[in-house]
DNA sequence: CTGGGGAGGGGGCCC
DNA sequence: AGGGCCCCCTCCCCA
């Protein structure tokens, strides 16, 4: 079932009553979250008459992990080497062929929005915070989460993530950037561009055609540091590892 | 439980 | 400086 189907259902004439989302703790908890958990269950505050008034995305409300399960070291050390493989972008791929193509476990650090949403300006004037700008600290504060940022530009790139200003026409969906409304309409038109040369499965996303080439290499991409098992997910590899074969690390 | 597809988000880089 | 594109990642769901 896709997702989009999921979502279509947030599109009543009226808004959801968006505090009931607070309920569910699917929203905010999930077991990738658990570092967060205390942080944003406790934290979280939904003004959520500030959102657009079409709906707000099951995906907006979902105030995830900033870090994966487990402590992993140097995350940085994987991030920059997670490119293509070199078989499997049909598209431009600038990385250079990674040298190693096999991770041991550890994502990159991501800095999702917690969801802490609150007093939001009409959107021209959510104009970023400036803060004394030091050495070590971003000058760039968001005014509905407590990201910051370096530069104005990296902030209102991030701001777009509140506002959602691209809408599509079909279903209503709120995203916030262009190429991101484009792949959804994808979901809609059928249009699937991006094809497996090994199978020919097309795909509507990139991605997602990335994550199918994982599974016909026979070394794949992420492996168990304990088993040296390969996983083509990340996902999985945080299966196998909760499922007992890496209980001795964490 | 595992593997995989669909959908989507965010940061960084390039133009 | 800003927009577009790409990559990586996550989450959900299903077989």
Request: charged share 20%; net charge positive; aromatic share 6%.
């Amino acid at each position: 079932m896709p997702r989009s189907f999921l979502v279509k259902k947030y599109f009543a004439k009226q808004k959801p009553n968006y505090s009931e989302l607070e309920k569910f703790s699917k929203y905010v908890v999930s077991p990738q979250t658990s570092l967060l958990r205390d942080q944003v269950g406790a934290r979280l505050v939904w003004d959520l008459s500030v959102l657009p008034t079409l709906y707000l995305p099951a995906s907006q409300t979902e105030p995830s992990a900033t870090t994966g399960p487990l402590d992993l070291s140097s995350p940085s050390s994987l991030s920059s080497n997670a490119s293509s493989s070199g078989e499997e972008d049909e598209g431009r791929t600038s990385d250079p062929p990674s040298p190693e193509p096999v991770h041991t476990y550890g994502p990159r650090q991501r800095m999702k929005c917690t969801g802490v949403m609150a007093h939001i300006s009409p959107p021209e004037e959510e104009e970023e915070r400036e803060t004394p700008a030091t050495a070590s600290r971003p000058a760039f504060l968001c005014k509905h989460c407590p990201k910051e940022y370096t530069s104005l530009g990296a902030l209102k790139m991030h701001i777009r993530s509140h506002t959602l200003p691209c809408v599509c026409t079909t279903c209503g969906k709120a995203f916030s950037r262009p190429w991101l409304l484009r792949g959804h309409i994808r979901t809609h038109t059928g249009e699937r561009p991006f094809s497996c040369p090994h199978c020919n499965r097309a795909f509507a996303d990139r991605s997602n055609l990335r994550a199918h080439l994982q599974t016909h290499a026979e070394v794949k991409k992420y492996q168990c540091g304990v088993c040296s098992r390969t996983f083509s997910r990340m996902s999985l590899l945080q299966k196998h590892s909760s499922s007992g074969c890496c209980s001795t690390s964490v």
